[in-house]
């Protein structure tokens, strides 16, 4: 099982971008999914996340300005980012707590995606 990230790329101050990123293998469910970033020389911050029965939280430097939304049925969620700024710079990495279905049994684990660049200029 893993996690495939698509969608980053370079972007004016003010513009937007959606990433998603796709659950893929034996998967039988997915709860909590979400996303990270972390810029040059900082930490990894979380970004936004969001429970299987769509319970959402963001930090406060990101609300009202991204949405994270999931389709269950795909094990896909989305991040689309609006009115993006400079300081938004960063690798986004996606983050999922999957099931995985084996021969007798199920595993649950924790994946994370190979990150994605978001580069935003002023």
């Known amino acids: 099982v893993q996690l495939v990230e698509s969608g980053g790329g370079s972007v004016q101050a003010g513009g937007s971008l959606r990433l998603s990123c796709a659950a893929s293998g034996s998967i039988s469910s997915t709860d909590g999914m979400g996303w990270y970033r972390q810029a040059p020389g900082k930490q990894r911050e979380l970004v936004a996340r969001s429970t299987s029965g769509g319970i959402t939280n963001y930090a406060a430097s990101v609300k009202g300005r991204f949405t994270i939304s999931r389709d269950n049925a795909k094990n896909t969620v989305y991040l689309q980012m609006n009115s993006l700024k400079p300081e938004d710079t960063a690798v986004y990495y996606c983050?999922?707590?999957?099931?995985?279905?084996?021969?007798?049994?199920?595993?649950?684990?924790?994946?994370w995606g190979q990150g994605t660049l978001v580069t935003v200029s002023s």
């Open positions: 983050n999922a707590h999957v099931r995985e279905r084996l021969t007798w049994t199920f595993r649950d684990l924790e994946l």
